[in-house]
């Protein structure tokens, strides 16, 4: 089977996750494995792309994290339905369920088996849902320190949770892992300053805005008059070369991580970073658009690299199965 074939093989993923995770071995778990899948493929491309970088037994534990994430984050960020309600009743039901050993819902299932198997700390799941909290009622934030509050439990938290399945070679991987999920929020944030307009919602700190002379009206008056003025070119830019700041601080820890994990890791951390280029090759024109990184860019930097993961893989079994 072709390298390509191989990693689109998703029910051999989960066979090779059950091979030494027999919770995987249970129908209803593997179906809820797969709605995670689903929700992964359909929302998160660049990560989903990342993800077919690692080794086949893993990838259904990163569905799961993604799933769980983006299925929370819908409550609050449908543009058409938005229910904070819901999110309040199904987060409080998945802690109830974690003890209980079975949350009510195939997502937090799906959550749930994968914090079994990788003994992810529940406080980071609680510290992602008091973020998901905060996106009820919060819509903006006076300093940089308070979004990295807010963030530490929408990002941060996510790069701690896949810290366990990538195989950290030592505990320092853990400080850039939190900075890399930042630093991949910061770029959403970035792309993302016009549907967050849109949702009543600026995650850019309001201390940045007034250094630069920016009040929210005159985003939505940019936004409406697809304009990017000198003073929300100037913001935006600052945004950005901040960013470029987190991937630097993170970057070192990339190699840190099992060499069978590097490329997945490697792959996002291009392709996030990419984000930020595609801004500014668009002129910071995000008020009123959605600007992203190309298919051929993708796939120009995932292809060499899906090459490099096969043959570390191999390396690996090769290592494993040497006679002493």
Same mark, same amino acid.
């Given at each position: 089977?072709?390298?390509?074939?191989?990693?689109?093989?998703?029910?051999?993923? #989960?066979?090779?996750?059950?091979?030494?995770?027999?919770?995987?071995?249970?129908?209803?778990? /593997?179906?809820?494995?797969?709605?995670? /899948?689903?929700?992964?493929?359909?929302?998160?491309?660049?990560?989903?792309?990342?993800?077919?970088?690692?080794?086949?037994?893993?990838?259904?534990?990163?569905?799961? #994290?993604?799933?769980?994430?983006?299925?929370?984050?819908?409550?609050?960020?449908?543009?058409?339905?938005?229910?904070? !309600?819901?999110?309040?009743?199904?987060?409080?039901?998945?802690?109830?369920?974690?003890?209980?050993?079975?949350?009510?819902?195939?997502?937090?299932?799906?959550?749930?088996?994968?914090?079994?198997?990788?003994?992810?700390? /529940?406080?980071?799941?609680?510290?992602?849902?008091?973020?998901?909290?905060?996106?009820?009622?919060?819509?903006?934030?006076?300093?940089?320190?308070?979004?990295?509050?807010?963030?530490?439990?929408?990002?941060?938290?996510?790069?701690? !949770?896949? #810290?366990?399945?990538?195989?950290?070679?030592?505990? @320092?991987?853990?400080?850039?892992?939190?900075?890399?999920?930042?630093?991949?929020?910061?770029?959403?944030?970035?792309?993302?300053?016009?549907?967050?307009?849109?949702?009543?919602?600026?995650?850019?700190? !309001? @201390?940045?805005?007034?250094?630069?002379?920016?009040?929210?009206?005159?985003?939505?008056?940019?936004?409406?008059?697809?304009?990017?003025?000198?003073?929300?070119?100037?913001?935006?830019?600052?945004?950005?070369?901040?960013?470029?700041?987190?991937?630097?601080?993170?970057?070192?820890?990339?190699?840190?991580?099992?060499?069978?994990?590097?490329?997945?890791? /490697?792959?996002?951390?291009?392709?996030?970073?990419?984000?930020?280029?595609?801004?500014?090759?668009?002129?910071?024109?995000?008020?009123?658009?959605?600007?992203?990184?190309?298919?051929?860019?993708?796939?120009?930097?995932?292809?060499?690299?899906?090459?490099?993961?096969?043959?570390?893989?191999?390396? !690996?079994?090769?290592?494993?199965?040497?006679?002493?």
């Amino acid at each position: 089977m072709s390298p390509v074939r191989a990693v689109l093989n998703h029910a051999a993923d #989960l066979d090779a996750a059950a091979a030494t995770d027999p919770q995987l071995r249970d129908p209803r778990l /593997r179906a809820a494995f797969e709605q995670c /899948r689903r929700l992964h493929a359909e929302h998160g491309r660049t990560y989903y792309l990342a993800t077919l970088l690692l080794p086949a037994a893993k990838r259904p534990y990163v569905w799961a #994290l993604y799933g769980f994430a983006r299925y929370a984050d819908e409550f609050v960020d449908s543009l058409e339905h938005p229910d904070p !309600q819901a999110l309040l009743d199904w987060g409080g039901q998945f802690l109830r369920g974690l003890d209980s050993g079975d949350p009510p819902d195939p997502v937090g299932r799906a959550m749930a088996a994968t914090m079994r198997r990788w003994r992810i700390p /529940r406080v980071h799941v609680e510290a992602f849902l008091a973020s998901m909290r905060m996106d009820i009622t919060t819509t903006g934030y006076a300093t940089y320190a308070d979004l990295r509050e807010y963030m530490y439990g929408s990002a941060s938290v996510i790069g701690l !949770q896949m #810290l366990p399945l990538l195989e950290p070679l030592t505990p @320092e991987a853990a400080e850039p892992a939190g900075l890399l999920g930042e630093a991949f929020q910061m770029s959403n944030f970035i792309r993302d300053v016009g549907e967050d307009l849109h949702r009543g919602r600026v995650y850019l700190p !309001q @201390e940045d805005l007034d250094a630069h002379g920016v009040t929210r009206e005159d985003l939505l008056a940019a936004q409406r008059e697809g304009t990017v003025p000198g003073p929300v070119r100037d913001l935006l830019a600052f945004e950005v070369a901040r960013t470029r700041e987190l991937y630097r601080r993170a970057e070192p820890g990339i190699a840190m991580l099992h060499p069978t994990s590097r490329d997945c890791v /490697r792959t996002a951390f291009d392709l996030y970073g990419g984000i930020l280029g595609a801004v500014e090759r668009s002129g910071y024109c995000v008020l009123d658009r959605r600007v992203s990184v190309g298919p051929a860019r993708r796939v120009a930097v995932a292809g060499p690299a899906l090459v490099r993961a096969v043959r570390a893989r191999r390396e !690996q079994a090769r290592w494993v199965s040497a006679p002493a």
